[in-house]
């Protein structure tokens, strides 16, 4: 068994564990990381391996919040139904709206996908016999799979973590197969991987497809989670959010994400309690990261480790060759 | 003896200026073709045309009797038309196993897979084409090195490399030695030469030492036309050509 395995059946129990001794407020925490992390894990995909960055991704979230949500309040609350409406509901989207944006790159992908996510945004807030308009869904139905009703939500939690780690596993093997290097290629040096015979437009449409469907799915389980959806869950500025858990957490990295939604989740539960300026003190942590931080929390931890394991190697050795030029 | 490339009636402008007009030529199987011309001639955008990079203004391109003048890059790659740059375009922030990786496992028809780690367990093969070719460039100890602390000298070995990896059909080499060290230079040279026989050669390049080592067919490139296509011979001892060209680039 190698390190990867040791560390993943460790992070399997210290969940499968949490319960039995964490009171129930932090296990619902706990539940909104992980859905979190879910949904910044997929943005990362696309943003952080395929280098589209994307102000948009709310959309997703929501349609797959939505399509969980209203489907398990007019037809049936099973789990496989529900999940898989989310599922084709944000592929048929994502199919959709990728074509578009497949187009165009850099600031016009950003603006691109801003725009097609706040036309989900106001279809949502119109479309109030479906969706609750600006009041949202509520007293939706707990999710039932197999005769039995998640109506606990330490039960909710275990089916929220199985997801989790299911996700996390197979798109670590993704982002590390044959595939996933023509994503870091792209994000690289587009030009270079077409000129290598790639048909670089087919490979961005998949991972946006991707990052489409795994964000629909985050919001079908925050559904399952909270019982209630706003449209404020397809707003921009959620948008915005998962974003920055991407970014604080580090880009392009498999744990990245996963601490950015911990850290802004936590960070926001706490500050909540003693202020309303969330969005400022969002911001002020954003600002902070990028300018001293860019690598995000997961090159802190890098640094912190290599510093750790090895003393210092001659700093000079890089310097040296570039100047043999 | 097989034509591989034909470019009938090509001209090339950018917005009003015309860099290129109806260049005509065939290219057969296996030939090594020298491309000369001063500064701003458009060789290099007469390269993009061939592989697509570019789109001409006017007039066809072929290959094999095909007609790919409106084939994207991607797929004149896939044929077998490959280029590397005048200026190094690769992958800086991996390493240069990476760099090989990602041009050696689409012609290994492993490319969409998604659901297995790319590794050298995984994939021995693969790993074993790398690093052989990795040991015949001198590259074998900068394998898991970042591309980006390497010498410009190396980067430009890599960009080669990668070109070559793919075993084309048609090479196009736009001023590989550019910026090398003499020593890097010859140790280029030498790997061109060692080239299969069958390949197709192109090569724009400044030093004439280089080119005429090489080429068994010049083509010089001057307002926007082909002044000379012949042997190097008859380039060497061209009058007009010892006046633009190495006239203007210094004594050869
Ligand atoms: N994409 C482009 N857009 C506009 N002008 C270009 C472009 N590419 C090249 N040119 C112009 O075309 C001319 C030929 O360029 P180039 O093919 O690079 O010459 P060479 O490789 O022979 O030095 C130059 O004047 C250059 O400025
Ligand atoms: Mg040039």
């Known amino acids: 068994m190698n390190n990867t395995y040791v560390k993943f059946i460790a992070v399997l129990v210290l969940i499968a564990a949490a319960p039995f001794f964490l009171p129930l407020f932090h296990i619902n925490l706990l539940s909104e990381i992980l859905i979190l992390a879910i949904f910044a894990l997929s943005l990362n995909v696309m943003m952080g391996y395929a280098g589209m960055v994307s102000l948009g991704h709310a959309a997703f979230f929501g349609t797959g919040a939505y399509a969980a949500g209203i489907m398990a309040q007019n037809a049936s609350a099973n789990m496989i139904f529900t999940l898989a409406g989310a599922v084709v509901l944000s592929l048929v989207l994502a199919g959709i709206v990728g074509l578009f944006c497949m187009k165009v790159s850099g600031f016009y992908f950003l603006m691109l996908t801003l725009a097609f996510s706040q036309m989900v945004y106001s279809f949502v807030y119109q479309a109030n016999q479906w969706t609750g308009g600006s009041n949202g869904l509520s007293g939706i139905p707990s999710p039932v799979l197999f005769g039995f009703s998640f109506s606990n939500s330490v039960w909710v939690y275990y089916l929220i973590g199985l997801i989790f780690l299911l996700i996390f596993a197979g798109l670590r093997v993704l982002v590390k197969s044959p595939f996933g290097q023509i994503l870091i290629g792209i994000r690289e040096n587009e030009t270079r991987l077409k000129s290598m015979g790639y048909n670089t437009s087919m490979y961005k449409y998949a991972a946006f497809i991707i990052s489409g469907v795994i964000g629909g799915m985050s919001g079908a389980l925050y559904t399952y989670f909270n019982g209630f959806i706003a449209p404020s869950d397809v707003y921009w500025t959620m948008s915005g959010t998962v974003l920055i858990m991407v970014l604080v957490g580090g880009a392009g990295t498999m744990t990245g994400p996963v601490l950015g939604a911990a850290l802004i989740v936590l960070l926001e539960t706490v500050v909540a309690a003693y202020t309303d300026m969330w969005m400022l003190i969002l911001g002020s942590v954003f600002i902070i990261f990028v300018i001293f931080f860019p690598s995000g929390i997961h090159g802190i931890l890098q640094d912190t480790l290599n510093k750790w394991q090895k003393p210092k190697l001659n700093p000079d050795v890089k310097s040296v060759k570039r100047e043999q030029i | ?252």
Not at chain 2, 49 to 55: E, I
Not at chain 2, 103 to 120: A, C, E, M, P
Not at chain 2, 167 to 178: H, I, R
Request: some cysteine; hydrophobic content about 40%.
């Open chain 2, 1 to 252: 003896m097989e034509c591989i490339l034909k470019v009938d009636g090509v001209s090339k402008q950018f917005g009003g200026l015309e860099i290129l007009k109806d260049l005509s030529f065939h290219v057969n199987k296996g030939e090594r073709i020298g491309i000369i011309g001063p500064n701003g001639a458009g060789k290099s955008t007469f390269f993009n045309l061939l592989t697509g990079d570019l789109a001409p203004s006017k007039g066809n391109v072929f290959y094999k009797d095909k007609d790919i003048t409106t084939e994207p890059n991607y797929k004149r790659a896939r044929r077998g038309i490959v280029r590397t740059f005048q200026k190094n375009n690769l992958l800086v922030p991996l390493t240069v196993l990476d760099n090989l990786l990602l041009v050696l496992q689409r012609k290994h028809g492993i490319s969409r897979t998604w659901f297995k780690i790319r590794n050298q367990k995984q994939y021995e093969t693969l790993y074993n084409e790398a690093d052989e070719l990795l040991q015949r460039w001198g590259l074998k100890h900068q394998r898991n090195v970042k591309v980006e602390s390497l010498s410009y000298g190396e980067q430009r070995q890599i960009e080669i490399m990668l070109g070559v990896a793919t075993n084309p059909d048609v090479l196009l080499l736009d001023e590989p030695t550019a910026g090398m060290s003499q020593s890097e230079t010859n140790y280029i040279v030498q790997l061109l030469h060692e080239l299969p026989k069958d390949l197709t050669l192109m090569i724009i390049e400044h030093d004439l030492e280089v080119i005429f080592g090489i080429a068994e067919r010049m083509i010089v490139l001057y307002d926007k036309h082909i002044l000379i296509d012949d042997s190097p011979d008859v380039v060497r001892k061209d009058p007009q050509v010892n006046q633009i060209y190495i006239g203007t680039e210094g004594a050869v």
